[in-house]
C-alpha cells in the first residue's frame, strides 16, 4: 500500500501563489504516474495536471500559464506551484500516484483563494 501525504494548502488572496508537496512512502516512486487533482464544493473531482515517470506533463487548460508540476524522484516527492491563484481555484487538492495495478490518493490538503 502507498502512502501519500500532500501539504502546502492554506489560504491565500487571489493573485498569491502557494506550493502543493505530496511525499509518497513507495521506494519505486519514480515509475508512477503522479497527478493532483481538486474537487470543489458541488462539484466532480477534476485532474489539474500530472506527469509521467517520464517527466511528461499534462495540464487542465483553465491552469495553463499559472500552474506547474514537477517530480523529485529522490525525494519521493511530486509539487505543484500555483501563481495567479484565482477565487475559483478553490477546492480541496489530491494527490494521486498510478502504475500498473496499483491506483493510490492522499487525504487532500486545502486551498482557499479569498480577499
Known amino acids: 500500500q502507498v502512502q501519500l501525504v500532500e501539504s502546502g494548502g492554506g489560504l491565500v488572496q487571489p493573485g498569491g501563489s502557494l506550493r502543493l508537496s505530496c511525499s509518497a512512502s513507495d521506494t519505486s516512486f519514480s515509475i508512477f504516474r503522479m497527478g493532483w487533482y481538486r474537487q470543489a464544493p458541488g462539484k466532480q473531482r477534476e485532474l489539474v495536471a500530472e506527469i509521467t515517470s517520464g517527466g511528461i506533463i499534462n495540464r487542465a487548460d483553465s491552469v495553463k500559464g499559472r500552474f506547474t508540476i514537477s517530480r523529485d524522484n529522490a525525494k519521493k516527492t511530486v509539487y505543484l506551484q500555483m501563481n495567479s491563484l484565482k477565487p475559483e481555484d478553490t477546492a480541496v487538492y489530491y494527490c494521486?500516484?498510478?502504475?500498473?495495478?496499483?491506483?493510490?490518493w492522499g487525504k487532500g490538503t486545502q486551498v482557499t483563494v479569498s480577499s
Open positions: 494521486n500516484a498510478r502504475r500498473m495495478g496499483g491506483d493510490y
